[in-house]
């Protein structure tokens, strides 16, 4: 199947965007496609051990699945988010912009953004 790339840049709290968008991932996983999801921005909190609700599970649950999970270490940075404070499934990246130009160029069949 194809490979699908999300850029996830919503927060966790105040809107419904971010759970909607890892759900529809999931449902995308189930049906065989392959995910990478790349998180910059205000939605490095998503990826905080400490999650509240259910968006800490959601994502715990698509690495298990088989999704590469990647966030950007300088903003992770920038919000006071140290590698132990945030889920084993996530692998910041410095070079995250790098890698998704690099990841959609050569890999994607289609990119989505939230």
């Known amino acids: ?13 105040g809107c419904e965007e971010s ?3 890892l759900r529809m ?3 995308m996983m189930d049906q065989g496609e392959n ?5 910059v921005g205000d939605g490095v909190e998503i990826a905080m051990n400490s999650q509240k ?17 990647y966030s950007s270490s300088e ?16 692998k910041p990246t410095a070079k995250i912009f790098e ?6 160029m050569e890999r994607a069949d289609k990119l989505l953004s939230c």
Request: a negative charge; one cysteine or more.
């Open 19 to 21: 759970e909607k968008a």
């Open 75 to 90: 903003d992770m940075e920038a919000r006071g988010l140290s590698s132990d404070k945030v889920l084993p499934c996530v």
């Open 25 to 27: 991932l999931a449902r």
């Open 35 to 39: 995910v990478a999801m790349y998180i």
């Open 1 to 13: 199947m194809g490979r699908n790339i999300m850029i996830l840049t919503k927060p966790p709290y």
């Open 99 to 104: 890698e998704i130009v690099e990841d959609a």
């Open 53 to 69: 609700g259910d968006l800490g599970k959601l994502l715990t649950e698509l690495a298990d699945k088989g999704a590469e999970i």
